[in-house]
């Protein structure tokens, strides 16, 4: 299998359900010719053309609420926001509108849209390109919220993402772009959405991530093993619908719990993954369930020096892990 970077991965996603299915196109800031800001959609212009990789103007809102109605009348956009910390001013429109349509409709009317958009701090793009906003969309029936930690996943959850009926916010972890490598089938796949993976079987404790925390998890585990502590991996990949089975299975398993990502600690994702575990996995623990997120405070900082003190990293995990499985 030829290798990738994140970002390879996703492209060639993109490609292959752009060449798929012709009603599949691509709308965003500087997707076109520019090949977005980070490159993602780079050749996608000159191959499919102006009407199908499409430049919008400064308007989130309108890159959403023009993915709606395209969706509405059978078409299956992928709209990307470039920064995660954009999004806001498409809120009501994937809130209220995108995620409500079956529903409300009951059943007669759906949005088959993908939204992309690149999360999370670590490339020093301070307060308004660093944010991590998963937990605001994760309480949202309608919706489904995916995050692929490798480019296996990356390539073959997007494509599911293209082909679900429904809305499918599908968020990056931008610092992995090109850092994050892996091997990629050939010919066609996906991956489907709603199940976690555990990545890293173990017996001492679990440790449950997603997207770039997922790559630092792996790298931690292995800091630990060689001091004899056996951590097990779970990439959850699907935020929302969450696989509680695969969460619950994997604590009756080791007994201890510790549930890393790099949003803010206070109503972070990780907070619905530690009251599964205690409303149906209680009798299971050896010992309280632990959390490693960024800290309260507002942002993530613009310094360098700053900005590793706010994030999870390989040595912040790993010396977590090391508290827990001491308890």
Known sequence: MPEMTLIEAIRQGMDEELERDKDVFIIGEDVGKRGGVFRATMGLFEKYGPQRVIDS???ELGIVGTGIGAALYGMRPICEIQFADFIYPAFNQIVNEAAKMCYRSNGDWTVPMTIRAPYGGGIGGGLYHSQSVEASFTHIPGLKVVVPSNP????????SAVRDPNPVLYFEPKKGYRLIKGEVPEGEYTV???PAQVSRPGKDLSVFAYGMMHYYTLQAAEKVAAEGIDAEVVDLRTLYPVDRETILASV????????VHEDNLTGGYGAEVAATIAEWGFQDLDAPVRRLAAPDVPGVPFSHPMQDWFM???DKIAAAIRDLASF
């Open 57 to 59: 103007p400064l308007a």
């Open 252 to 259: 009756r398993k080791t007994g201890k719990a510790l549930i």
């Open 152 to 159: 296996r996943d990356a390539k073959g959850l997007l494509k």
């Open 312 to 314: 999870p990293n390989p």
């Open 192 to 194: 489907p959405i709603g």
